[in-house]
T-cell receptor, first 116, second 116 residues
Framework: AQTVTQSQPEMSVQEAETVTLSCTYD???????LFWYKQPPSRQMILVIR??????QNATENRFSVNFQKAAKSFSLKISDSQLGDAAMYFC?????????????FGKGTLLTVNP | GAVVSQHPSRVICKSGTSVKIECRSL??????MFWYRQFPKQSLMLMAT?????????EQGVEKDKFLINHASLTLSTLTVTSAHPEDSSFYIC????????????FGSGTQLSVL
């Protein structure tokens, strides 16, 4: 079974600075998807960024970028120019690709605090 | 953008009663819906996957007779917690998938269930 590990229960960052959230995963598959989701106090799950394992190029979405190291099974999220609105719980997630299996396996989350 | 509506957002019930939670895709047809459970300050755990017109597939350890899932149409899935007990108190989140792309996966806003 696939597992997702987030080793940082909490992180804090000063507004306008950069922070990196860590995620490692375990799988025997060669093709899969990785995600970062944001869950603010409203508890609505918001997709931050998605990476397909077969793509070597790291995904980026504005201030959010990932460092995908397939051999090391590592998938970290970098948030640049942190804003107060970035404060939330961040979940790393994994899914197999192909067929009809779109189940997500989530890590335990990292609570990000942004200090003004 | 696509919206998944989940109702009610919060429900309090007495032990022994049943509670129904609805998950609706408002502007798209959901071929597959997922139900997750989230305990306080913990991750999302997949409970079951439902496809329109067929029986739900439950994850290991989830009691299918206790958590009844019905996906009667392409826009509606329901989760009924039968004979609820205090240990069933949790945050329940649905997600809906249209087509076969992760770009088309959307989450509902969740339901906080409190069983007294």
């Amino acid at each position: 079974a696939q597992t997702v590990t987030q080793s940082q229960p909490e992180m804090s960052v000063q507004e306008a600075e950069t922070v990196t959230l860590s995620c490692t995963y375990d799988t025997s598959e060669s093709d899969y998807y990785l995600f970062w989701y944001k869950q603010p106090p409203s508890r609505q799950m918001i997709l931050v960024i998605r990476q397909e394992a077969y793509k070597q190029q790291n995904a980026t979405e504005n201030r959010f970028s990932v460092n995908f190291q397939k051999a090391a099974k590592s998938f970290s999220l970098k948030i640049s120019d942190s804003q107060l609105g970035d404060a939330a719980m961040y979940f790393c997630a994994y899914s197999n690709s192909g067929g009809s299996n779109y189940k997500l396996t989530f890590g335990k989350g990292t609570l990000l605090t942004v200090n003004p | 953008g696509a919206v998944v509506s989940q109702h009610p957002s919060r429900v309090i019930c007495k032990s022994g009663t049943s509670v129904k939670i609805e998950c609706r895709s408002l502007d798209f047809q959901a071929t597959t819906m997922f139900w997750y459970r989230q305990f306080p300050k913990q991750s999302l755990m997949l409970m079951a996957t439902s496809n329109e017109g067929s029986k739900a597939t439950y994850e290991q350890g989830v009691e299918k007779d206790k958590f009844l899932i019905n996906h009667a149409s392409l826009t509606l899935s329901t989760l009924t917690v039968t004979s609820a007990h205090p240990e069933d108190s949790s945050f329940y989140i649905c997600s809906a998938l249209t087509g076969a792309l992760f770009e088309k996966l959307f989450f509902g806003s969740g339901t906080q269930l409190s069983v007294l």
